[in-house]
């Protein structure tokens, strides 16, 4: 069996290095890695809000004062949700580590039971909302990072870096080794398939040259689109949850275009606006239905969905190439990271590579769905009134969602799945936030003694309170994180 000897990246610089980078730290030196970055068109302004202990950032050796120093970086606690229960609301999604549980029963349980007890169900929010610590920490404009304590309030938050997309490109592609593979600028113009015209034999460039290799890696598009061939991709479309059909980018020069410090996602009429602070301005990305909305400036096509099969062939197509899921949560950029590291873990030894094709999809699916479900929860509960957003909410939710929403409905009981990519917290608060009130709490809350309960919970509370009055404000702890960052170079 002929064995594998290249691999060729095509793509953007902002998807093609993350990739690269993590390619070349893995395969043998018996694997040539060619990679052709497409500087043809200036890159679109876009940013992405990703917990600081990623996996990804460990494995390509950054960490958030690289980022804060070198890619135009923000720390953050999570995404402030504006206008999706109508005009004027506000819930913040904060990832968050375990609330602290009496006697083995949830928090939740517990604060259902007493809304309960009151005839007041609807009023399981508010009573929760004082034990949403990370939450608290983020409106209240203070930061710090999360510690192994298991006695400190810190160990629950769960701080996040938004970063410049383009900036990170530029900064791994400085860090790339000189002699980590062949670099090449140009767009694919051509492709010419095998005999049995389902393999990629060879890519022609813009300017002639031609690229042969073993295994061809597509992250942003234009080679999936030239090839003809080969297995159809069976996609699963999200145009009922996501109804828009273009997205616009721009870039707000300057601190003082903000006035906040962590991403935004706002609900408007006819779309979703996603605002992210970084360190010389504001990204905004806007997803819109352009029968609803009108938009001055260029916008391009969205259709959202994502591929049950990326892999087909020699041909492995990863984030736009593939899947639009969108900028809400930084989804996008997410899967990306997702099926570059499915990959890494699927590097074919032998030319014959459709075991490792199948483990690379069955992967990548499933992150796909897990991503798709957190990003759909806010959309399928939003309470505004137009059309548009009306329809959204009687829109059928993907299965797993759908699992997780009757359960949680029916008993406030969080069903997970195989490698959660979100904290269970965060799912439990989101969906309390968003307006689902279970219909019955745990039984085993019911041998509580309440009576007993309120010193207890004020102590937690005020343990809370007091963790946040002791820590730096937001904008002075990434300042003071810049300047050790830039003393330290």
Not at 216 to 240: I, P
Not at 270 to 291: H, N
Not at 305 to 322: C, D, I, V, Y
Request: net charge negative; charged share 20%; aromatic share 8%.
């Amino acid at each position: 069996m002929s064995p594998l000897t290249s691999i060729a990246v095509f793509g953007r610089s902002d998807a093609l290095w993350p990739v690269a980078t993590l390619l070349e730290q893995a395969l043998p030196d018996r694997i040539a890695l060619v990679l052709v970055e497409d500087i043809s068109a200036e890159m679109p302004p876009g940013a992405a809000t990703l917990a600081c202990d990623n996996p990804f950032f460990e494995q390509v050796g950054l960490n958030a004062s690289d980022l804060v120093r070198d890619g135009n970086a923000m720390l953050g606690l999570g995404t402030d949700c504006q206008g999706w229960q109508g005009d004027g609301s506000s819930f913040f999604v904060a990832p968050s580590g375990t609330l602290p549980a009496i006697n083995d029963i949830a928090l939740h349980h517990i604060m259902l039971r007493a809304a309960m007890m009151q005839n007041t169900p609807e009023r399981l929010g508010y009573l929760f909302q004082p034990f949403r610590f990370a939450a608290r920490v983020a409106l209240a404009g203070k930061f710090a990072d999360r510690t192994d304590d298991p006695n400190s309030p810190l160990r629950m938050l769960g701080p996040t870096v938004q970063f410049d997309r383009v900036a990170l490109g530029a900064l791994l592609k400085g860090r790339f080794p000189k002699d980590g593979g062949q670099c090449h600028e140009g767009q694919p113009a051509h492709v010419t398939m095998g005999d049995d015209g389902h393999d990629i034999r060879s890519v022609q460039l813009g300017d002639g040259q031609e690229i042969a290799a073993d295994l061809f890696v597509d992250v942003s598009g234009t080679l999936s689109r030239l090839a003809q061939g080969g297995e159809e991709l069976r996609t699963y479309s999200l145009a009922d949850i996501l109804p828009f059909d273009r997205i616009a980018r721009r870039f707000d020069t300057g601190r003082e275009s903000a006035d906040h410090l962590h991403t935004v996602a706002r609900a408007l009429p006819g779309g979703l606006r996603v605002e992210t602070p970084l360190q010389d301005g504001v990204a905004s990305e806007l997803l819109f239905s352009s029968a609803d909305m009108e938009q001055e400036g260029p916008s391009f096509s969205f259709e959202p969905g994502f591929p049950e099969n990326p892999w087909t062939g020699n041909l492995a197509r990863l984030g736009s190439a593939a899947a639009q899921l969108g900028p809400y949560q930084s989804a996008d950029m997410m899967l990306l990271l997702e099926q570059a590291q499915h990959l890494v873990r699927a590097i074919p030894a032998a030319l014959s590579m459709d075991i490792e094709a199948t483990e690379f999809n069955r992967n990548q699916l499933r992150s796909a769905r897990q991503i798709t479900d957190f990003l759909a929860l806010p959309f399928i509960l939003n309470g505004r009134h137009e059309t548009l957003w009306t329809d959204i909410r009687s829109a059928a939710p993907p299965e797993q969602l759908q699992i997780r929403l009757e359960q949680f409905k029916s008993r406030g009981r969080f069903v997970e799945f195989d490698h959660e990519l979100f904290e269970r917290q965060s799912w439990i608060e989101t969906m309390i936030g968003f307006g689902i009130t279970p219909e019955r709490y745990d039984p085993s809350a019911a041998y509580l003694d309440m009576k007993r309960l309120p010193p207890i919970l004020k102590a937690m509370v005020d343990s809370f309170t007091g963790a946040i009055e002791a820590m730096p404000e937001h904008s002075v702890y990434v300042k003071d994180m810049a300047a050790a960052a830039e003393a330290q170079e």
